[in-house]
């Protein structure tokens, strides 16, 4: 089991950057697939990007690539998300998750664990 505590969150402007964080508890974040998902208002939970069990491996949804990326440090059992050139779209809950089995999903069902999330906000 793992638990997951997100940061980094915030209010910023369109166009800024923001980079958030998600801690792991114990000493098997290595063996998990991570992703980010977000959630706005009145939406359903979308995936963001995922990245595979030691970092090499990466995807990210077509709605961030080219703004987003996602890295991991399993020395440090973090998970990060940089975002740069923030929209107002992109103003959501941002949750990041784990997944115990090593494939490839964007289903936010086949997450095993989650973060309580953090929240972005971005003004136009």
């Known amino acids: 089991q793992v638990q997951l505590v997100e940061s980094g969150g915030g209010s910023v402007q369109a166009g800024e950057s923001l980079r958030l964080s998600c801690a792991a508890s114990?000493?098997?974040?290595?063996?998990?697939?991570m992703g980010w998902f977000r959630q706005a208002p009145g939406k359903e939970r979308e995936f963001v990007a995922r990245?595979?069990?030691?970092?090499?491996?990466?995807y990210l949804a077509g709605s961030v690539k080219g703004r987003f990326a996602i890295s991991r440090d399993n020395a440090k059992n973090t998970l990060y998300l940089q975002m740069n050139s923030l929209k107002p779209e992109d103003t959501a809950v941002y949750y990041c998750?784990?997944?115990?089995?090593?494939?490839?999903?964007?289903?936010?069902?086949?997450?095993?664990?989650w973060g309580q999330g953090t929240q972005v906000i971005v003004s136009s």
């Open positions: 990245v595979g069990r030691i970092g090499g491996s990466t």
């Open positions: 114990g000493r098997t974040f290595g063996i998990y697939v």
């Open positions: 998750a784990a997944l115990r089995a090593n494939y490839f999903t964007t289903d936010p069902g086949s997450y095993d664990y």
